[in-house]
T-cell receptor, first 110, second 113 residues
């Protein structure tokens, strides 16, 4: 089976812009989660989707949003980017409590 | 929210040595997951533990689910240079969802050939 695929791998955006990141889960996995990884805070949970519904949400501002499509692919959006949003954004697809991560999207906000 | 304390923060060892790292939680976990992350890549799942006292191996890696359900250990035997990376423990949120993981801060392992 192909693994979790995230696109793009790298992004550079300017403060105030918005960005959309994409994730294709492992075939057959219906749960998709998003995490933010920074040197200071480590890996932090953003949200989780299952069958197009957000089931869990982390402690992030409303500028961070996501959605899941009927084919389980997911997108996350960050609006009004801030410098502190620079991070590695990781998507994971899960089954039976095991989360499998993609390679991540490295977002740099300048 | 719950926290995971992972130690040590970093280790520098010689090739061939055994390594041990651990993770403790402020609350009871029903699942423990151990991941390895290489630079610029996403974490790779190494071992999943589901029952208190469980001992599971994956090649040279062995992990244990503590009997108090508040800790877990990962051991690497006969380390090799490709073991270099950051090792993370993780567990599901105390709110009950297995799909919302809390991660430790990681153990940076360096192996000197």
């Amino acid at each position: 089976k192909a693994g979790v695929t995230q696109t793009p791998r790298y992004l550079i955006k300017t403060r105030g812009q918005q960005v959309t990141l994409s994730c294709s889960p492992i075939s057959g996995h219906r749960s998709v989660s998003w995490y933010q990884q920074t040197p200071g805070q480590g890996l932090q949970f953003l949200f989780e989707y299952f069958s197009e519904t957000q089931r869990n949400k982390g402690n992030f501002p409303g500028r961070f949003s996501g959605r899941q499509f009927s084919n389980s692919r997911s997108e996350m959006n960050v609006s009004t980017l801030e410098l502190g949003d620079s991070a590695l954004y990781l998507c994971a697809s899960s089954v039976r409590g095991k989360a499998f991560f993609g390679q991540g999207t490295r977002l740099t906000v300048v | 929210g719950q926290q995971l304390n992972q130690s040590p923060q970093s280790m520098f060892i010689q090739e061939g040595e055994d390594v041990s790292m651990n993770c403790t939680s402020s609350s009871i976990f029903n699942t423990w997951l151990w991941y390895k992350q290489d630079p610029g890549e996403g974490p790779v799942l190494l071992i999943a533990l589901y029952k208190a006292g469980e001992l599971t191996s994956n090649g040279r890696l062995t992990a244990q689910f503590g009997i108090t359900r508040k800790d877990s250990f990962l051991n690497i035997s006969a380390s090799i240079p490709s073991d270099v990376g950051i090792y993370f423990c993780a567990g599901p949120d105390s709110g009950g969802s297995n799909y919302k993981l809390t991660f430790g801060k990681g153990t940076l392992l360096t192996v000197n050939p």
